[in-house]
């Protein structure tokens, strides 16, 4: 965003700029430092942090000029129960840098030495275009005569201290039971957040952590071009809350050896965690990792057959596409049960008699009712009844003690992403639904595909088992090419069941739903997620609105520029589906397919750095279209005054564009307009004139 870009400098101990680093001093200290200029501090950074290194290379960050921790032990280097902690200043190196994606930046290298022999060298990196944000590598080099049994290292660890108020925290990592992905941090809170794998099938995550105070926070995580298995813990402490990344280490470090950790970055910010995940998101960008170009079908709103689940008709899908079509819906999905095993993904012939060319011919009818066909479809993984595993066990993922991954929802097991025949047998599947079967896009589905543990199957003689977790981002990339190559419009959706997304997967992806949500706050938590982390454009969809609060909840999509899907039943499916469109519902449901239709928010730019999802209430969302801006405000029950923030010049008139009537007229100078209302309120602010 325009107005986040400052110049970068290199900034010293609270205070001046310009290219120039004061040297530690001896016994330097960090004790008596003030809120005057002390001696005796190195610091990099612009002008929304510092990170500042006593003599002893510890640390501490400022935001816009204010210490928001005390001096950490930052980085460390583990040995089993203990961690060397504290190494002493030896020197430091200050240049100017130019990176060719990033672009002009400061570097600084600090050195110093432990006493047990170890001499840590720190590497930070500000670019100018990546305001408040810190690249850091650590090398460690074993000086001493002893190896030292290393079992792991720490970096960007640091306690931002206690504000009034409380914190908040954001985890981009997978948690099993689906958890918030934006919790408020209560006393005990202590979440590991570990980018590896939780369960036997959930894993994997976007590498970033936040947390945050009402006056700002901290975000750490790392930047490496693929997946890595690390930790960013966040914990509730007696002075505020800690945040760090961590890594494991093995093999120990002989007399002489060398250990350098993961790229990690820090990011100190104003607000909530929006802000560092477009921090993030660019400098992936910047390295060739970026959303792809959103498909046009992929900002159409859809209607699922999932309400029917596996016990489907083909005449009960087919029978519902009229009234879909008429609410305005634009693609119909065939879910779960048009096959026989995860695996084979042989066709059902119950409901599909004459194999193929029924299919063809569901597909066309689809077509002929003005909507689009997309399939269910879950590669990666074979049931123990398939073919596939009986005939090519050589395709399965095995741990380090041979064992198989279930696939806990379908009792399935998982295969290599990384073995060329796995990915050879999914290529075909995915090119046959596209150009044989007529699909114009497909819904993969699972929480197996997020993330995979490193595979030590013998028949695929990896050069180190990690290329099945580094490989995963190929696979889906492959599987996104074939899938384009077959029909360049089609629509790839990958939805990994709960869990945060892998962001190595996402730049192979057209769209990313809610993934069943549990609620509608993580409909909204993981709008405003995906819209930092992918950019404005994107294709994120609220999934079904019959998962948000009360099932028809609508507004929470709609407000973060979602794309509405729903998985209604027409008529009846039995006398107690909970899914049926009443008359009732159908009402709303055509309405807010019109509103959406009307003014597609999802193309919109998605403001998520002008209100705090944490500390703001009512619970804000922004979307500009051009000059107009449309906000949404959310609460069980609000009756007070609102702040309308991001007005430009001159004056707005105010709509209520659900219930249609005027709400007055403001500008910058006065944006506040007092509100009452239950669950939700719309705002379109248009520039009169």
């Known amino acids: 965003m325009a107005n986040m870009q400052r110049r970068t400098v290199l900034k010293v101990a609270l205070g001046g700029a310009g290219l120039a680093a004061f040297p530690v001093l001896a016994g330097g200290g960090a004790a008596a430092a003030t809120p005057g200029r002390p001696p005796g501090f190195v610091g990099v950074g612009d002008s929304s942090i510092t990170v500042e290194f006593d003599d002893r290379l510890r640390s501490r960050v400022t935001l816009a000029g204010k210490a928001v921790t005390r001096f ?16 002493g200043y030896r020197g430091h190196q200050t240049r100017d840098t130019w990176h ?55 970096s960007g660890a640091h306690e931002l201290l206690a504000a009034p108020g409380g914190f908040y925290t954001f985890s981009g990592t997978t948690h099993e039971d689906r958890r918030d992905w934006v919790q408020p941090v209560t006393d005990g809170f202590a979440q590991e957040n570990s980018l590896g794998m939780v369960a036997s099938d959930y894993g994997g995550g976007t590498p970033m952590a936040t ?9 750490v995580g790392h930047v490496e071009p693929v997946a890595r298995i690390l930790r960013l813990p966040v914990r509730r402490t007696a002075a505020g809350a800690s945040i760090a990344v961590e890594g494991d280490a093995a093999g120990g470090l002989a007399p002489g050896g060398r250990l350098s950790t993961d790229t990690t970055f820090l990011v100190a910010h104003a607000g909530d965690h929006f802000v560092p995940l477009q921090r993030y998101r660019q400098y992936m960008g910047d390295i060739g990792q970026r959303a792809p170009e959103t498909p046009a079908a992929a900002l159409e709103p859809i209607w699922c057959a999932w309400g029917y689940e596996r016990g489907f008709t083909v005449e009960q899908v087919v029978g519902t596409l009229p009234k879909a079509a008429d609410v305005g819906l634009k693609w119909a999905v065939l879910d779960d049960g048009w ?12 409901k599909f008699p004459r ?22 479809w879950a590669p990666l993984a074979a049931d123990p009844d ?87 981002a190929r696979f889906w990339k492959r599987v996104h090419d074939a899938v384009h190559q077959a029909n360049r419009d089609a629509v790839v959706e990958l939805c990994p069941c709960g869990t945060a997304f892998a962001f190595h997967n996402l730049p192979y992806v057209d769209q990313y739903p809610a993934s069943d949500p549990e609620s509608s706050y993580q409909v909204r938590s993981k709008g405003k997620t ?45 006398a107690e589906d909970p899914y049926v469109l009443t008359p009732e519902k159908e009402v709303l449901w055509r309405k807010w397919v019109g509103l959406y239709r009307q003014n597609m928010l999802s193309t919109g730019e998605y403001r998520g750095e002008l209100y705090d999802i944490g500390f703001d209430k009512p619970e804000a969302h922004v979307v500009a279209k051009g000059k107009t801006l449309h906000y949404a405000f959310y609460a069980a029950r609000w009756e007070g005054k609102v702040e309308l923030r991001g007005l430009g010049r001159g004056r707005y008139r105010l709509t209520d564009p659900f219930a249609g009537r005027s709400l007055g ?25």
Request: net charge negative; aromatic share 10%.
């Open 530 to 574: 995906m819209k930092a982390l992918m950019g404005p454009g994107s294709s994120y969809a609220g999934d079904h609105v019959e998962l948000s609060d009360g099932g028809d909840d609508f507004a929470s999509s709609y407000g973060v520029g979602a794309v509405l899907s729903t998985k209604f039943t027409y008529p009846a499916a039995s």
């Open 386 to 472: 398939s073919n596939l595993f009986r005939q090519r066990p050589d395709m399965l993922l095995l741990d380090s003690a041979g064992n198989k991954q279930q696939v806990t929802w379908w009792d399935a097991f998982t295969l290599c992403p990384a073995y060329e025949p796995t990915v050879q047998y999914f290529l075909a599947q995915a090119t046959k639904f596209i150009r044989d079967w007529g699909y114009e896009g497909l819904k993969i589905d699972g929480q197996h595909l997020n993330a995979v543990l490193p595979c030590h199957n013998p028949a695929h003689r990896h050069a180190r088992p990690e290329e099945s977790t580094e490989g995963l």
């Open 665 to 689: 007229v403001v500008d910058a100078q006065r944006n506040t307009v007092r509100l009452e209302f239950e669950r939700f309120q719309l705002i379109v602010a248009e520039p009169i004139g």
């Open 100 to 154: 060719p994606q990033h672009g002009p930046g400061v570097q600084v290298t600090l050195q110093g030495d432990s006493a047990e022999g170890v001499r840590k060298t720190v590497e930070l990196t500000s670019f100018q275009r990546l305001a408040g944000m810190v690249v850091m590598k650590v090398t460690y080099t074993n000086q001493s005569r002893a190896a030292l049994p290393v079992t792991g290292w720490r």
């Open 355 to 376: 194999g193929e060319a029924d299919m063809r011919d569901f597909t066309r009818r689809i077509r002929e009712a003005g909507m689009r066909p997309r399939l269910w």
């Open 211 to 219: 947390v945050w105070r009402r006056d700002g926070g901290l975000s």
């Open 72 to 87: 950490d032990a930052s980085e460390a280097l583990v040995l089993g129960g203990r961690t060397i902690e504290e190494f």
């Open 339 to 350: 096959q026989t095993n995860e695996g084979d993904w042989d066709l059902n012939r119950e």
